[in-house]
């Protein structure tokens, strides 16, 4: 079965604060996604990547960075934490070039920025 | 831009009846892929069922089945049999048909409880 393992389950951190988000897979998979969920919002893309050090900007992608120095690991990163980024983060993986695959999640993050 | 509405944020059924949650999209194109996904309390996000947009034939996968119309650009949701381990958030995805790298857009989600 896909393994996608985010870091932390939940973590609490202060305004200003830079913050990293850890997600790896083990499927070789090409594909990684960054999602932040909210009550009402569903699911919105903050950033994805195809390839090892590419990135693509999604729906929602100021105020992150990310960061893709291997294929297997894909980061998420709040430059300065703020309120506003208190979120449920999910990261997801899926394969490339196999038409209808679906994106496999982790079990999220659930941030809390003070 | 792809849009997904799910337009009943929450729904409720009684163990072992049926229920169908709805979700329409907005795409200006021919060919796509649509998933239900399903969210437990736990909260991992996993797979229920996909529908490749060239496929007449609606998808079935044991208790789920959806009802795919193209032209309406409607895609629901039936549980058959509901169980209380059906009860979760369920959202809709809709993608564009290219080599899996394509993002997912989400519609808003619904909230399923089953009533033993």
């Known amino acids: 079965d896909v393994k996608v393992t985010q870091s932390s389950r939940y973590l609490v951190k202060r305004t200003g604060e830079k913050v990293f988000l850890e997600c790896v897979q083990d499927?070789?998979?090409?594909?990684m996604f960054w999602y932040r969920q909210d009550p009402g919002l569903g699911l919105r893309l903050i950033y994805f990547?195809?390839?090892?050090?590419?990135?693509e900007k999604g729906d929602i992608p100021e105020g992150y960075s990310v960061s893709r120095e291997k294929k297997e690991r894909f980061s998420l990163i709040l430059e300065s934490a703020s309120t506003n980024q208190t979120s449920m983060y999910l990261c997801a993986s899926s394969f490339s070039d196999r038409e209808s695959q679906p994106q496999h999640f982790g079990d999220g993050t659930r941030l809390s920025i003070l | 831009a792809q849009t997904v509405t799910q337009s009943q944020p929450e729904m409720s059924v009684q163990e072992a009846e049926t229920v169908t949650l709805s979700c329409t999209y907005d795409t200006s194109e021919s060919d796509y892929y649509l998933f239900w996904y399903k969210q437990p309390p736990s909260r991992q996000m996993i797979l229920v069922i996909r529908q490749e947009a060239y496929k007449q034939q609606n998808a079935t996968e044991n208790r789920f089945s959806v009802n795919f119309q193209k032209a309406a650009k409607s895609f629901s949701l039936k549980i058959s049999d509901s169980q209380l381990g059906d009860a979760a958030m369920y959202f809709c995805?809709?993608?564009?048909?290219?080599?899996?790298?394509?993002?997912?857009?989400f519609g808003t989600g619904t909230r399923l409880t089953i009533i033993p």
């Open positions: 995805a809709y993608r564009r048909s290219n080599f899996g790298n394509e993002k997912l857009t």
């Open positions: 990547s195809y390839d090892v050090k590419m990135k």
């Open positions: 499927m070789d998979h090409e594909n």
